[in-house]
């Protein structure tokens, strides 16, 4: 079997090397001329763990192979997988020009019948207009489009892609159906649950998920503002409602807000579909505002934990990225938490184990970017802590306490023991939980 993959980043590149695991011959088609030189070079242009054994060992095999040519690609394909990003359009609608570019090209380029596959995340009624497009330029093939969402998690996204908690296909096409489920084989054989709806319902499942998770970790931080007034822990409340089999224990813990590649946009293209559709989600749309709102808020915790005023003063931030295990910036909380706090004066030292080239590219040019912790915490006034790295986990308070020369710590992730900090003699900040 062979499929074309058209885009090769975090979801492309997964989805491409993990379908050629499968047994199938992947082309995968990559504009960005650095990333696809990469590939060719054996190198992979984004952080993801085990990805680059895994693509290594399928180029060898000779069932994954990288391009930029697009028409060679999809010669002789049954389908062909939309993996582009949809980003936040200026309106906060998704925008869909990769999509629709994309769509355009495969359409021109095939010589027989497909299925058109948006695993990118696409509003709901984008596959019916991708359907239309393909019959009005090729009205000479009768070509089939699905939706088929990935729910795969950055850090964790081979596991995720191998060991789905389920697959979604949103098609009535038997023709489609059949050419999925041959391709999905090695998901039946372990169980996963496949579930078949139609376009529409696959679509906005993909945008429900996302909007459920970002509503669970808004509802925590919520509540980790209120355990600060109240005087209650919220790690103790997470847990207490989170071992009702109906709630569930993941997603519920406090933080900085929700970032990353895909909950700020996905919340905000599902609020402006609601009201487009005349049914607007008053929960979805309290969720954006109230994520911002805890995000533009965060430098000012800080800023308050150090006294009132970070002017002059040097703060070692640990961990950028939106989340440990990748090095994906997009909408992380430390843009603007940084970002405000050089505004407000702050020398920023920062220590991320993969991130700091994508960091350079979207915080203040005056950041610092140190080789490891201690560099970080050398000399520092105050440590924030932004992303939880497992390996920030195991800092010895002692030590930090011995290289800084202030004594506030900052732990928006709650990845230090409250105990142990202020035994070191810090003024510790954590989020949700009361003063030890
Ligand atoms: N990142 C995630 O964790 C995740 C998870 C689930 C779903 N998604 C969704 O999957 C989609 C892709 O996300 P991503 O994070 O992989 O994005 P990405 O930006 O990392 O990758 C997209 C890639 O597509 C390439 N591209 C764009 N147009 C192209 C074209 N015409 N031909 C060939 N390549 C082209 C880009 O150069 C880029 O490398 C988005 O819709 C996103 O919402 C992402």
Request: glycine share 10%.
């Amino acid at each position: 079997m062979r499929i074309a993959m058209i885009g090769g980043g975090y979801v492309g590149l997964v989805s491409g090397a993990c379908f050629a695991e499968f047994g199938v011959d992947v082309a995968l088609v990559e504009a960005d001329p650095a990333r696809l030189a990469a590939l060719h070079a054996g190198r992979i242009p984004i952080y993801e763990p085990g990805l680059e054994h895994l693509v290594a060992e399928n180029v060898a095999a000779g069932r994954l192979s990288f391009g930029a040519d697009l028409t060679e690609a999809v010669r002789g394909v049954e389908a062909v997988f939309i993996a582009v990003g949809t980003p936040r359009g200026a309106d906060g609608h998704a925008d869909l020009s990769h999509v629709f570019a994309a769509v355009e090209q495969v359409a021109q380029a095939l010589t027989g019948y497909a299925v058109i596959v948006t695993k990118s995340t696409v509003p709901v009624g984008t596959g019916r207009r991708l359907a239309e497009r393909l019959r009005a330029v090729r009205p000479d093939l009768a070509l089939d489009v699905a939706s088929n969402p990935e729910f795969l998690r950055e850090g964790s996204a081979i596991n995720d892609f191998m060991r789905p908690d389920r697959v979604v296909i949103g098609t009535r096409s038997v023709r489609a159906q059949e050419v999925l489920r041959r391709l999905y084989r090695p998901l039946y054989l372990i169980e996963a649950p496949i579930l078949l709806t139609d376009l529409e319902t696959a679509e906005l499942t993909k945008y429900a998920a996302n909007a459920f998770l970002a509503m669970k970790v808004t509802f925590i931080n919520e509540m980790a503002d209120l355990c600060e007034k109240v005087g209650a822990d919220v790690h103790d409340v997470a847990r207490g409602i989170g071992l009702d089999g109906r709630i569930g224990r993941k997603f519920l813990h406090p933080g900085p807000g929700f970032g990353g590649s895909c909950f700020p946009k996905d919340t905000l293209a599902l609020m402006h579909l609601a009201q487009d559709a005349g049914a607007p989600s008053r929960l979805v749309e309290s969720v954006v505002a109230v994520n911002d709102a805890r995000k533009a808020a965060m430098a000012e915790r800080i800023i308050q934990a150090c006294g009132g005023s970070v002017q002059g003063k040097q703060i070692a931030v640990l961990g950028l990225t939106f989340k440990p295990e990748t090095d994906d910036m997009r909408d992380a909380p430390s843009i603007p938490i940084v970002t405000d706090l050089c505004a407000a004066g702050a020398l920023v030292r920062a220590f991320d184990p993969v991130g700091a080239a994508q960091a350079r590219k979207v915080l203040p040019q005056q950041v610092e970017y140190c080789r490891d912790v201690m560099d970080a915490a050398t000399g520092s006034d105050a440590i924030v802590v932004i992303t939880e790295w497992n390996e920030f986990r195991a800092m010895s308070p002692v030590k930090l306490s011995q290289a800084m020369r202030g004594r506030v710590v900052v732990d928006l992730r709650n990845i230090f023991d409250p105990v142990a900090m202020r035994e070191a003699g810090f003024a510790y900040h954590g989020v949700g939980r009361p003063a030890a």
